[in-house]
């Protein structure tokens, strides 16, 4: 990237040279030419391009040159005339021409008198202002080696006039950035980027071209392609791919077509005895034809594989090629694939064996069969394990086809309905795979079916409480668990005890804790007795999440670390996610915050690895809600905005809410506007109000922050204590009520002056802390309500004693913003009780933590007032730096952090590090800030 910058900035400056562009194709040629075109007409030099079409005959490419730049025929048509025309015509220019910049792509497909002449004007350019950059790739089009590369950069490095560029492919963090550019933040999932990268191999040209095709794609397969529920192979490859693998299949014969495709179409190495099954040709012919296809770089060999086995180049590239076979032959290799599997025992084939069976009896068109049905079946259970649910339900619609053809051809009877084809348990499968891409009611109607709904099926009714679950329904998903959970399950159903275990979550929702803890008691002694460590932690996990919910976290925590070995044991990797981040969860609360977020952000790599969405949504909201205590605003609303890009395309309409609120909460510490219309009252107001818990208690921070913001504590206090009315009804509430909302309560009351309802609030609060356990958080928030209380009545001793205990707590706990605000309760009841000296250094912490944290400076300058002084200007703030005058420039141009980044050449998080120096030495809350306070910048 450094390279390119440079010959970036020759462009604008005016300078000339010249520059060999080397790199596969693909890896970010066409960009780079784009953006020396761009660049060239804002500083209005001339642009001359010129492709090289592979196969042209000699010197047909230099006289094109020649005709571009106006030259008179050569004399002769050989290369010492046309490098003299050249020569002249781009020395005695007419016009403006000798300031051009002359774009070169493609030279290694040049003949070699036309390489002749390339090579005399990139090593010894004809002016000094003229620049020349030429691109060339160590393969030429037919995918043989160019001998010509090695002298010309030997050449290059000798004369010292010609500067040699290596595109080199991006990396993971620059690929992020990137697809956030492209596509949004939070938009992609972790397992579309990882994916992303292994199949383009950080190639810029073809995610470029693939993430354009995709986002002009319909809708839906955009999102169930961004959200990792399709995966990449089901999306046709980039045109720039399709076309570098036309020309090098151009010209093969026809056996090594033939091999080029099977070695495509099986999808994994494969050895030579499985080529010749796939092309059923003798030894003697695919080896030969191997040797000329690893020559062009069509096929190349798997090191270290004993036998011998072969693969794509590149994995976009066996699927583009994949993509070129005829559906004739296509089928007939599908045939011979089904047949090569079905030898090598398909009953213990897992996994992508699996997968790769059932892709082959579906691409094969053969008649259904049992084997094809129950390999489909494990298929599906297997690609909804990994959460490819579009990826499902295309293998099941296709299996549905396939026997509804059978079925109309025995009789014209079978034109039924969609989905009655399907035996029950597939059509499980498929309404899970409905359900689980937002398609809920079309899940609920397939499984209402009397053709596809069996008596009994545990699995059906589990799907159907799920997505009650997901529509907030927890009273009626309760009626559907109720008659699976409350017999015996004496020979240890797997599909009981997960029964039980969603059983306990939803009744801990509706506050019935006594039931909820019983359901996950017989859960865990269950999967206990049956060895089944998965749904032991997963039932210790529901304990834990009663416990601490309920005001226990030392309770929740021993449940959390037994939950987490067991994970470890169970190997489940979503498991152990969700069990770290529970361990994390209830650290935060009892050890410090630091330490618990430390767990919870390994629990958030480790759902992302294991693609779990449910458990990266909830512990993202975790990571985002603990770096916003900590200060960290930016990394907050970064995580949060991901988080909901998330919810929102896999249709989590329950979790969507708690990101909204998270970034609302965000955008009013920092002292920003907010739209009054806004919110997501809408997802909870009018329906069971203590249904969606979790949303309801985000949406009143944010609410209740919003405002305080703007000084309506009325309106803060009624939005409050509304949420504490409901809480307080029922059981399993405590911890919220404790940690963040009585607290809150009080605080507004004494805002507006209701000191009688102040004192009711904290002995409501009091009655609740006798029914938990007395975590530090909880402790401390109670002294912090004791002491507004207090400084309303003005007794200051009492005030500051607990202004004091609230202040160590969180300081031994680390919660940063916490103790900012302990700091400055402390420093205003100092200056009431007339002590300026006590409270200078208290307001200059908190002041420090304001500006690191980019928040809202009015509060702490309203009591700098107070105190008669000024705020101190800390160190870091005055001057930008160079590097931050270049970012300050694109964020005044509206550009994001990762745009920023692409466009500087450097990381998105040092791109996020420079826009939060800025602000802070400019003393200002965002970039609309930034644009209109120092339109110099």
Partial sequence: MLAADRVLERVASGDGGSALVVGAPGMGQRDLFARIAQRAAVVR??????????????????????????????LALDVMSVMRRIRLALREPEGDLQRAVILLHGIQDLPHEDAAVVEALLCNPPSQDLLIVATASARRADGRRWLGLAPLRAKAASEGRCEVLDLAPLDTEQIAALVEQMVGVGAAAPRFLRELEAKTQGRLDDLQDWLAGINASDPRLRLEVFQGSRGLDTVPP????????????????????MLAFAVALWGRPASLSVLQGLTDLPAEVCEHELLELLARGVVRPVEEASPAAFEPPTPLTGQATAAEMPAFVAERMHRRAVALLERSSPASAEGGDVISLADHYLGSGMPVTDAMVDCIEQSARTLIGHGRFADAREQLLSLQ??????????SAAAKGAEGALLPPSLAALKAETLSRSGQLEAAQELLGKPATAAPGDIRSSIRRARDQVALGHDLEAWKIYEPLVSGRNPSHDASIIQARVESARVLQTLGWVDEAILQSHRAYRESARSQNWRLAALALLARYSIKVTSGRPYQGLRSARLAY??????????????????VGNALSDTASLPRGLRWVERAMRLAEASDDFPSLSWTGIRVAAGRMELGDLDVAERVALRIMHMDSALYRVRPLPRSHSILRTVRALRGQEFDERGGTVAFWHGSERLDMLHALYQEVIARYTERMLVGDAAGAYEAVSTVVGWFMEVS????????????????AAVAMGALDAAAA????????RRSAEDFPVARAEHQMARGRLAAARGEWPRALRAFGVALQVFEEQGFVIRRATAQQELAAAHLQGGDRALAAPLLDEVHRTVVRAGADRRPIQRLYRRAGR????????????EREQEVARLAARGMTDAQIAVNLGISRRTATTHMHNILSKRGLRSRLELMGADPAV
């Fill in 45 to 74: 030099r001339p642009a001359i391009s010129l492709w090289v079409t592979p196969g042209q005959p000699p010197l047909m490419f230099a006289l094109a040159l020649c005709d571009r730049i106006g030259a008179d025929e050569p």
């Fill in 870 to 881: 000024r705020a101190p200007r800390l160190r870091g703030e005055g001057a930008l730096s």
């Fill in 732 to 747: 399993g509430r405590e911890r919220f009520l404790l940690r963040d909302l009585i607290p809150r309560q009080v605080e």
């Fill in 401 to 410: 086809q396939a026997m509804a053809q059978v079925e109309r051809a025995g």
């Fill in 761 to 768: 609030a904290l002995a409501g609060f009091e009655k609740v």
């Fill in 565 to 582: 070995r067991l994970a470890r044991r169970s190997g489940d990797a979503a498991a152990i996610a969700r069990a770290t981040s529970a």
């Fill in 238 to 257: 980039p045109e720039s791919a399709a076309q570098r693998t036309q020309q090098r299949l151009h010209g093969l014969s026809e056996h090594a077509s």
